[in-house]
């Protein structure tokens, strides 16, 4: 997860304008490592501890995963029967300022306390540029360019199922913020590694227009690890893919805002670029 620090004063302008993405520049990108326990208000945690643990072999939870790299994690969720969708920064290497190699990730379904349903490594991936590795720009990608998609060696929602996207428009999220507008998010949070837990009902703040994309501002409880978890919205029986969460503005008094990708940026582009 990136943890974006600003005073209040820069919050402020960045929250007052809709092209407040472009200034969204991470100070720090940060690992997410696996730590046993449950940290004490933990980065991305807002006001009380919402998150509940999930049964991993129970729909919607079973389509969503861990991406493993090295001792680091991330959440990404099932798209098609051999695609995932995650956050972009979870496969660029901080350390030696380049991409990963996609043989690097495991992606792992119905993990839970070192005992997991499947697993698959990556094939590939590709960034919202539209280009796959090696081939990339040798540069992190900005806030509202951090999604990607990655292919994997294994057909793994042909058994466990995936997720589609909610049909949802910026219209709708604007019209519901006055009533109050609430999400479902999930992940392998970092202090809680090992288990898959949900906010089932967190409140999204705001909808922003960024010059390439729109973005969400949410009070998930989401912090390192949840980088590349969905936010659902649940449509009559079904779960639908609304957001992706992929940020965390920290505040100077000590509270903090979610930042997602509102899924109108990338849901029409994917099928072709799962091609």
């Known amino acids: 997860m990136r943890l974006l620090h600003y005073s209040p004063k820069a919050l402020a302008i960045i929250i007052g304008f809709l092209a407040f993405a472009v200034l969204l520049q991470p100070s720090a990108l940060q690992a997410d490592m696996s730590v046993s326990g449950k940290a004490l208000q933990a980065p991305g945690i807002k006001g009380d501890d919402n998150r509940v643990r999930v049964n991993v072999a129970d729909y919607p939870w079973r389509t969503i995963g861990r991406l493993n790299r090295n001792g680091s994690h991330c959440t990404a969720v099932l798209i098609g029967p051999s695609t995932i969708l995650t956050a972009a920064h979870c496969f660029w290497d901080k350390r030696q300022r380049k991409w990963a190699v996609p043989s690097a990730y495991h992606f792992v379904l119905g993990y839970e306390k070192g005992a997991y ?27 509202e360019e951090d999604w990607a998609i990655a292919r994997l060696r294994e057909p793994l929602g042909e058994k466990h199922g995936f997720l589609s996207f909610s049909g949802i428009t910026r219209e709708d999220v604007r019209a519901g913020l006055a009533t109050g507008f609430t999400v479902i998010q999930a992940g392998y949070s970092r202090d809680i590694a090992h288990m898959l837990t949900a906010d089932e009902n967190c409140r999204i703040d705001a909808i922003r227009r960024g010059p390439v994309g729109t973005m969400l501002l949410h009070q998930c409880d989401a912090t390192e690890g949840d980088s590349g978890s969905p936010l659902l919205l649940r449509e009559g029986e079904a779960y639908r893919i609304m957001g992706l969460h992929v940020a ?28």
């Open 117 to 143: 349903r499947a697993h698959s490594k990556i094939d590939s991936y590709t960034l919202a540029s539209g280009k796959s590795f090696p081939d990339m720009d040798p540069e992190s990608p900005r806030v």
């Open 248 to 275: 965390t503005i920290l505040r100077q008094e000590n509270t903090s805002e979610g930042v997602a990708l509102f899924a109108d940026g990338f849901r029409d582009r994917i099928p072709a670029l799962s091609k």
